[in-house]
């Protein structure tokens, strides 16, 4: 009996000492992990909140702000109430906050930094009592802005004490795409904004900046850029081809794809001109446009449209019967810049069009080969005929089963290359891809002649009053 006593209190001992932190561990779990924190200042809700020791500030805001939104908009289904809970629940500023502790110190924090450079300087562990205090969202006034060589130009709330190096941090650094000059230029108005100082720094130099300040980082804009052209249809390797900006030959260009396939028509390739609004705004004016901005904002799309509309019809003469037709051609002409050419001779490196320069934007469309004549309207069976050489537009109508009984006499054969309208005579040569139109006879009913019977009777009675005034004056 007193030999395991002794081993017990042997046992008990030897746990002790070498496993003093468990002991320690369990006193640990026993100490309260939630602390209380506090948010002040502009930021979406204030108050108390409960916190943990292993939270960080921007878990602890992320996290205050994701519940708030959540029950905010919880219920809400109308479109336009939620986009403006959620645009003024994102009315803060993640820079110059103040982290106030309980003892008194204080601490600046900056969390559009942290997430940029993941320093932990600026994402400290939060403690009980602590109070994250939001500055004033007034970027429109407390402001500094950079653009130039930097990944990420825009604009950010001031905060005392920002340097030019912040600034180009906060923009996620210099563009080493582009040909850096090593300076920068600072446009500094007056308070009155009505005088402008143009500073240029170092960008070596620790130059402190001031609210309002608009940096300028200077580099040369860099032409080594991905320059396309888009190639489609009838050739061995169709797909975006690389060329230079602005100096590489159709010829060249369809090189790079290996050439025709058998069953190209080069009657009826056509070339596209890029962006056929961005192309206008540059050969009418002399603008250039992002391509981004005309793709996200169909609206300027529609008012550079009108707007050119307007200007093509103020100094016109056109009557009222004409301006339909005229609008129709001229959005045509607007919208579509494009060009069928004949790339039957693209192969000769001394032709013109093997010498015609792609542009980037460009679209070069190979479309096979018909094969036939289409044939449509009052026909009896339209659709396509097989091509045939050398046959005139009656073959065609004759193998479309013939005209039908209400067809009017003015055939028409419409180019498929160019869509060109010509009056059907023997003496016109089909090719594939053409087509053959057949109108209709207008058929009039007893209503229509009689209106325009109406018509004619009320101009002749209007002459007829004119010319009795005519004789009652001579009297």
Not at 334 to 354: H, M, P, R
Not at 373 to 386: D, E, I, L, R
Request: hydrophobic share 40%; proline share 3%; no cysteine.
């Amino acid at each position: 009996m007193k030999h395991i006593i002794i081993q017990i209190i042997i046992i008990i001992v030897f746990s002790t000492l070498v496993f003093p932190q468990n002991n320690e561990r369990s006193n640990q779990n026993v100490m309260p992990t939630t602390i209380s924190v506090s948010i002040a200042g502009q930021f979406p809700v204030t108050g108390s909140f409960v916190s943990t020791i292993a939270e960080r500030v921007d878990q602890f805001v992320t996290r205050i702000y994701n519940q708030s939104l959540e029950r905010a908009i919880g219920s809400v289904n109308e479109e336009r109430l939620l986009e403006k809970i959620k645009k003024d629940f994102s009315n803060f500023s993640l820079r110059g906050l103040k982290l106030k502790r309980a003892d008194g110190t204080e601490l600046k924090i900056d969390l559009q930094k942290f997430r940029i450079n993941g320093d932990f300087i600026n994402n400290p562990y939060l403690k009980n009592d602590d109070v994250i205090i939001f500055p004033p969202n007034d970027i429109q006034r407390n402001f500094i802005s950079i653009s130039g060589a930097v990944n990420l130009p825009g604009t950010f709330l001031y905060v005392e004490g920002d340097k030019l190096s912040d600034l180009i941090e906060l923009a996620y650094g210099l563009n080493p795409a582009l040909d850096l000059s090593g300076k920068a230029k600072v446009s500094r108005l007056s308070y009155d904004g009505e005088t402008q100082k143009i500073l240029e720094v170092d960008l070596n130099n620790e130059f402190y900046l001031q609210r309002g300040d608009q940096v300028v980082i200077l580099a040369n804009e860099t032409q080594k850029k991905q320059f396309f052209a888009l190639v489609l249809g009838e050739v061995n390797q169709p797909g975006y081809i690389p060329i230079t900006k602005n100096n590489t030959k159709l010829g060249e260009l369809i090189k790079k794809t290996n050439g025709f396939t058998s069953n190209a028509s080069l009657k009826r390739a056509r070339i596209f001109r890029g962006n056929s609004i961005t192309t206008l705004l540059e050969k009418q004016y002399g603008i250039k446009i992002d391509e981004k901005l005309i793709n996200n904002n169909p609206e300027l799309v529609d008012r550079i449209v009108n707007y050119e509309q307007q200007m093509m019809f103020r100094m016109s003469n056109l009557v009222e019967e004409d301006q339909a037709y005229f609008a129709a051609e001229n959005q045509y002409r607007v919208l579509n810049e494009g060009s069928a050419v004949d790339f039957t001779k693209v192969t000769d490196e001394n032709s013109e069009i093997y010498n015609f320069v792609v542009y980037p934007g460009d679209v070069i469309i190979i479309p096979p080969k018909m094969n036939t004549v289409y044939v449509f309207g009052q026909v009896s069976n339209p659709g396509h005929v097989k091509f045939s050489e050398g046959k005139n537009y009656k073959y065609y109508i004759e193998q479309a089963g013939g005209i039908g009984e209400y067809a009017e006499d003015d055939i028409m054969i419409i180019k498929g290359s160019s869509r060109n309208w010509i009056s059907a005579e023997d003496n016109v040569i089909l090719e594939e891809g053409d087509f053959i139109f057949v109108p209709k006879k207008r058929l009039k009913s007893f209503r229509t002649f009689a209106m325009e019977l109406s018509g004619y009777f009320s101009i002749i009675g209007s002459i007829a009053t004119i010319l009795l005034l005519i004789v009652q004056l001579g009297k």
